[in-house]
């Protein structure tokens, strides 16, 4: 459209000398701009430990990792923010921020100070990063971190991967393997401590088992957009601008929403969990007045220890009271997605005490969990490990508690033995002798007249808002 204005005010000679002109100019104003932004794009090397400007962006992991002399700079006049807790029940962990360097071949977390004198009795914490403190059993398998906070200009490790993102540090040893640990120890407590970032938050997992991240990707891909980290196995130094060392843990399988930000809850993990599998169903059957509904009951098998000796009489009883009845068993080989589809369909859910029950999670809101718990003074751990959780993700509890008459034990010892009359008395003598007795060997066979009062109980809980 210009070139007819072009036309009219100057000859041919004069268009192609002005054209031939501009292009000079052009060139002109491209070279001094890159001679006046040329520090912005190669910016001068501050120290030996300066590092040339990288920006490097991995789509496949989706995440973000810079090497830049001016972000660390700027990262390294942050003065050390850092806070340690040793006095909770269930974990030990230390938050810090500023200039944090995380070196995994030497397990230590280096955080740099610039403004204060470090005393030599007060800059160093040990952390085991699972949250069963005092657990020998557990702890024997978790790696010790040493979190060190350092003055600057001490020797130390240089960053070599500047991270945009703040880190967690946890561990996959102590019991992971076992179902409800699995949730209670791990997911539960690296979802509360990770929810607020949004997925921008970098998982560093020491102990590392790659069967156990196989296992829970889909879970652990939806928590975090980024790379999980082998951290102990990695020969760069790890920088970022905060990492939280150690899971904050405040109660079994649920979660304290008053110590953390956004007042997250177990509701927001069963949400959490119903989208991570899509999981359609929201709300338990509701049962009402005579409207002929059979709310399906899903009777958690064992093969092992604790076996519901009776397993098929009850299942006909079950039917016979109107459940349309669903029996299963998990294991370290089911697959995760296709049985939570398979517990979120049904309305109630049944088991010995035991790990399977852990499976409550994808129930239904208003579904209705019935514990059987063995002989053995387990009524506060039952009540712990579940009753209690239980009312935190919206779901009613029953308990059926084993009698003398319905347990193995009747036959192993004779009723006046301490397992029957004292059986605090093998709690006291160590967890795992109360274990070997109580939960390795012992069945149960309940009493039919006894538990379908239990059975109708959970179908008036059904019926209730």
């Not at 098998?301 to 397993?311: A, G, M, P, Q, T």
């Not at 007795?437 to 109708?456: A, E, G, P, W």
Request: hydrophobic residues 40%; contains cysteine.
């Amino acid at each position: 459209m210009y070139n007819p204005i072009l036309a009219k005010s100057f000859s041919h000679y004069e268009r192609k000398t002005f054209g031939g002109g501009a292009f000079v100019v052009m060139l002109i104003v491209v070279f001094s701009s890159c001679m006046i932004f040329k520090n912005y794009f190669h910016p001068p090397s501050v120290n030996g430990d300066a590092m040339n400007l990288q920006l490097s962006i991995n789509a496949a992991e989706d995440m973000l990792v810079i090497k830049d002399t001016t972000l660390l700079k700027k990262l390294e006049k942050r003065d050390a923010e850092i806070m340690c807790n040793v006095l909770e029940p269930l974990s030990d962990y230390c938050e810090t921020k500023g200039d944090i360097r995380v070196q995994g071949n030497s397990s230590t977390i280096f955080v740099m100070s610039h403004n204060f004198n470090i005393s030599a009795e007060n800059n160093s914490w040990t952390i085991q990063p699972y949250p069963r403190k005092g657990n020998a059993g557990a702890m024997s398998s978790v790696k010790s971190w040493t979190v060190k906070l350092v003055q600057d200009g001490k020797k130390i490790p240089k960053c070599s991967v500047y991270h945009g993102y703040p880190a967690l540090l946890f561990s996959l040893g102590g019991y992971s393997g076992n179902h409800f640990h699995d949730f209670s120890d791990l997911l539960v407590p690296i979802f509360s401590n990770s929810r607020h970032f949004n997925s921008d938050m970098h998982f560093l997992a020491t102990d590392y088992k790659p069967w156990w991240i196989a296992k829970y990707r889909t879970l652990l891909n939806n928590m975090s957009k980024h790379k999980i980290l082998d951290i102990d196995y990695e020969n760069e130094v790890h920088c970022f601008p905060s990492v939280t060392t150690g899971l904050k843990s405040h109660k079994e399988f649920g979660i304290d929403s008053s110590k953390f930000p956004n007042g997250v809850s177990m509701r927001d993990f069963r949400h959490f969990l119903r989208n991570s599998f899509s999981l359609n169903k929201i709300e338990a059957i509701k049962m009402k007045g005579n409207i002929v509904t059979r709310p399906r009951l899903l009777i958690m098998s064992r093969k092992k220890s604790r076996i519901l000796l009776n397993e098929g009489d009850v299942k006909q009883m079950a039917e016979d009271l109107g459940y349309e009845v669903v029996l299963a068993e998990a294991n370290l080989s089911t697959n995760l997605s296709k049985f939570a589809q398979i517990v979120n369909s049904c309305d109630v859910i049944m088991g010995v005490h035991g790990a399977g029950l852990t499976n409550m999670v994808f129930l239904p809101d208003n579904a209705v969990l019935i514990q059987l718990v063995p002989l053995g003074a387990m009524d506060n751990l039952a009540k712990s490990d579940f009753g209690d959780p239980a009312g935190e993700m919206n779901i009613r509890y029953l308990d059926y508690k084993i009698g003398v008459n319905e347990s193995s034990l009747v036959k192993q010892y004779p009723l006046d033995h301490n397992v029957f009359k004292d059986p605090s008395s093998f709690y006291r003598k160590g967890w795992s002798v109360f274990r070997s007795i109580y939960l390795d060997k012992q069945n149960v066979k309940v009493d039919l007249n006894r538990f379908r009062s239990t059975l109708l109980e959970a179908k008036k809980l059904l019926g209730t808002s």
